[in-house]
């Protein structure tokens, strides 16, 4: 009876001894799955007002101004909801000029900002054309938190930073005017020959020019030479220590993303800096064009395609797709849409959400291999895959 039970014992063990090494072979067939290294979400150009809604100029598109601001709870809402964030990113414009206007900068400017109270993330803040409408640089420094320094560095994650532009270093709509503002005068007065001191909206600031000397409009803004610089040093240590950059920028610094009036004015000074350190740069998110854009800059080898439109390909003709034969066949066939060495987004504004979808907001995942953008309403999802400069 005892050696049964020993025999019973030795059997059984050897049972319970397979049982376990069977869990854990399918325990480990059941691994989870990936997930990416950061997340953080973005919006853009909020511009809040309580005004009614009305036509954008072109007559392209009603803006919902009191709207936005439900778009934006609802965006953050909708974060609370999702996986953990580095921080959020808001593009800037966080209310319209017409606050200013009514007096009503301060108040409108709480609501919003009672509006990300519950935010579940840090909310980075950027300086945008409406800022500068509604306050000059020293109350947009004590009233909008997360705003101050104009362009900084931010390094969360291993392997990854931040780099923040200040859109409107050179400017001519400061409230109060001052220095800044004739800086700004002195700079595009040579490119614009119309009264740039006239109250906004008595001209057209866009008489005379063509193509892409539309940039050159009051609306828009520069980055002087310091801010450049310091960009530079930031990528130039940036590729020493392997780490990639998400540059997020109020005004678009590629033409194809977005259109000429919307277009920083010293865009390709910025562009070449990046062509410089093709491919430390993956990712530049910019706001202040409603409409959404992406596009692939050919010389960095980088995708850009309108976020709103279903046919991200059109643009790819003449040039591109010649710069686009450059590459080998295998990569072109893997790559033609998602790849990006530098890749322009520019974000869908709030304030064209429809009232039956309000939302326009969107989280970036920051993979090893790619970033994938997750849109929400009208912003569109994108997957963009990185590669190496040395694999090219």
């Known amino acids: 009876m005892h050696c049964g039970f020993r025999r019973f014992c030795s059997s059984g063990a050897v049972g319970v001894a397979a049982g376990v090494l ?6 480990a067939s059941f691994a989870l799955p990936p997930e990416p290294k950061a997340c953080f979400g973005v919006v853009a150009d909020v511009q809040y007002a309580d005004v009614d809604d009305a036509w954008n100029f072109r007559r392209t598109q009603k803006r919902r101004y ?15 909801k ?14 319209d000029q017409q606050c200013e206007a009514n007096n009503d900068s301060e108040r409108a400017l709480q609501l919003v900002l009672d509006a990300w109270q519950d935010a ?5 803040h950027l300086m945008g054309n409406h800022e500068l409408y509604n306050f000059n640089r020293e109350e947009a420094k004590t ?30 709509i400061e409230k109060g005017g001052g220095p800044a503002v004739e800086e700004g005068i002195a700079y595009i007065s040579e490119h614009n020959p119309n009264d740039l001191r006239a109250p906004r909206g008595t001209i057209d600031m866009s008489a005379g020019l063509s193509g892409l000397q539309k940039r050159f409009v009051p609306m828009g803004g520069g980055i002087k030479p310091e801010q450049l610089q310091w960009l530079r040093e930031e990528l130039e240590d940036a590729a020493a220590s392997g780490d990639r950059a998400v540059v997020l920028t109020h005004l678009p610094v590629r033409p194809e993303a977005t259109v000429a009036p919307a277009l920083l004015w010293n865009y390709d000074d910025i562009l070449q800096v990046f062509r410089d350190f093709a491919g430390v740069v993956p990712l530049v998110l910019a706001g202040h064009y409603h409409e959404g854009g992406y596009a692939w800059d050919p010389e960095s080898l980088t995708h850009h395609a309108t976020w709103i439109t279903s046919k991200p390909l059109e643009a790819c003709t003449g040039s591109t797709l010649a710069a686009l034969a450059a590459l080998t066949i295998s990569i072109f066939k893997k790559h033609i849409y998602p790849f990006c060495l530098t890749c322009k987004v520019t974000l869908p504004s709030p304030l064209n ?21 997750r849109g ?13 400069p040395c694999k090219l």
């Open 120 to 124: 579940p993330a840090h909310v980075v």
């Open 376 to 388: 929400h309403g009208i912003v569109p999802s994108r997957d963009l895959s990185l590669v190496p």
């Open 22 to 27: 069977a869990l854990r072979s399918r325990r």
């Open 143 to 172: 009233l909008i938190p997360n705003i101050f320094p104009w362009y900084r560095r931010l390094q969360l994650v291993p392997g990854w930073r931040f780099l923040i532009l200040d859109a409107y270093d050179l400017n001519v």
């Open 353 to 373: 959400a429809p009232e039956d979808k309000p939302t326009a907001h969107g989280l970036v995942e920051l993979w090893d291999d790619k970033i994938v953008i």
């Open 66 to 80: 009191r709207g936005a601001l439900e778009a934006l709870k609802l965006a953050v809402e909708d974060w609370k």
């Open 82 to 95: 999702g996986p953990p964030l580095l921080f959020i990113a808001d593009l800037g414009d966080i209310i």
